[in-house]
């Protein structure tokens, strides 16, 4: 799931309708299950893709110091000169690996995992809250009725 899907569902599940209080009460429980695995599981894709996001560094520390094999660079479908040629100082091998298109796209995919996990964190409390909205709104239509 993206997050783009993430906040469509939320916009759905957020809304509390007029005059149907009781439902929305009755429906926080499904909905705090709901979204409780959702987190429960992407926090687990976070983990998984910051241990893939460190092996990946690893692997391109010694593919970019010049000690993987050529077997192994095969393997992963990389070119075998990774500079195209350059001399490159070694206190520069690391603005070259940052840059790498395979460490940018692990590290975006693990940025959004971490956006999603903290967005579904924050929908977690907003339902942990929905009964004090719930009575908010009913003392506030009290307040308006003059009761």
Avoid at 7 to 19: L, P, R, Y
Avoid at 48 to 74: C, H, Q, T
Wanted: charged content about 40%; overall charge negative.
């Amino acid at each position: 799931m993206n997050y783009d899907e993430l906040f469509e569902m939320w916009e759905q599940d957020s809304v509390i309708e007029m005059n149907r209080y009781e439902d929305a009460s009755i429906n926080g429980a499904r909905l705090h299950a709901k979204y409780l695995r959702l987190y429960s599981e992407a926090k687990m894709v976070r983990k998984k893709l910051d241990a893939d996001f460190d092996v990946l560094v690893r692997d391109k520390k010694i593919y970019f110091d010049g000690k993987m094999s050529n077997e192994e660079i095969r393997e992963r479908g990389w070119k075998f000169d990774p500079f195209d040629g350059l001399k490159v100082l070694k206190s520069d091998v690391d603005k070259f690996m940052k840059a790498d298109p395979d460490v940018v796209k692990a590290e975006l995919a693990y940025e959004e995992a971490k956006i999603i996990e903290e967005a579904l964190k924050e929908m977690m409390d907003a339902l942990k809250w929905r009964y004090q909205t719930i009575r908010n709104i009913l003392e506030w239509r009290k307040f308006e009725a003059g009761v």
